[in-house]
T-cell receptor, first 117, second 114 residues
Framework: AQKVTQAQTEISVVEKEDVTLDCVYE???????LFWYKQPPSGELVFLIR??????QNEISGRYSWNFQKSTSSFNFTITASQVVDSAVYFC??????????????FGKGITLSVRP | DGGITQSPKYLFRKEGQNVTLSCEQN?????MYWYRQDPGQGLRLIYY???????QKGDIAEGYSVSREKKESFPLTVTSAQKNPTAFYLC?????????????FGEGSRLTVL
């Protein structure tokens, strides 16, 4: 069975601090995808990134960066110089990949990030 | 603008009543999903549909029913058999066979059973 663990439940930082959100996953599949989603107070989840299991390169997008390490089954997310607008719930997710079919996501329980001015 | 529309945003119902949540998408996506979100529990999959007139149970399908008569629409009925229906419900969609799991979400429907 697939599982995603986000051990941190709530994180509070002061604006401009860097913050890392941890994600550890379990799967027996050799091919899979990992995701991060952001859920602002409005409720809808917003896609941030997808990483496939064969690509361990770190990714940077503006103030966001992701570190994928298969050796530790982790896919951590770092926000540099955090801003109040980063306040949200962040979900890590793992997808099963079936040939010729759509995939399903298994979500972690989410991390509530509060960025104080 | 393309997207997913869920309605109603807030819904109150008495215990024992069935309620139907609407989900419409104009993204021309083949697959649609219903997730339930409870505080501190993350998102759990209720039902999903990969194609019109076909759907599969997710991890917590008991007490729920769905239909997929049109590509754009995937309504969810919360029946009286659902023991703890108060929750935040999210509908999502994704592309067809090339899909790699990226989901597009609606803004959710918050159901409160009194």
């Amino acid at each position: 069975a697939q599982k995603v663990t986000q051990a941190q439940t709530e994180i509070s930082v002061v604006e401009k601090e860097d913050v890392t959100l941890d994600c550890v996953y379990e799967t027996r599949d050799t091919t899979y995808y990992l995701f991060w989603y952001k859920q602002p107070p409005s409720g809808e989840l917003v896609f941030l990134i997808r990483r496939n299991s064969f690509d361990e390169q770190n990714e940077i997008s503006g103030r966001y960066s992701w570190n994928f390490q298969k050796s530790t089954s982790s896919f951590n997310f770092t926000i540099t110089a955090s801003q109040v607008v980063d306040s949200a719930v962040y979900f890590c997710a793992l997808s099963e990949v079936y040939t010729g079919a759509n995939s399903k996501l298994t979500f972690g329980k989410g991390i509530t990030l509060s960025v104080r001015p | 603008d393309g997207g997913i529309t869920q309605s109603p945003k807030y819904l109150f119902r008495k215990e024992g009543q069935n309620v139907t949540l609407s989900c419409e998408q104009n993204l021309n996506h083949d697959a649609m999903y219903w997730y339930r979100q409870d505080p501190g529990q993350g998102l759990r999959l209720i039902y999903y549909s990969q194609i019109v007139n076909d759907f599969q149970k997710g991890d917590i399908a008991e007490g729920y029913s769905v239909s997929r008569e049109k590509k754009e629409s995937f309504p969810l009925t919360v029946t009286s058999a659902q023991k703890n229906p108060t929750a935040f419900y999210l509908c999502a969609s994704s592309r067809g066979t090339e899909n790699t799991g990226e989901l597009f979400f609606g803004e959710g429907s918050r159901l409160t059973v009194l």
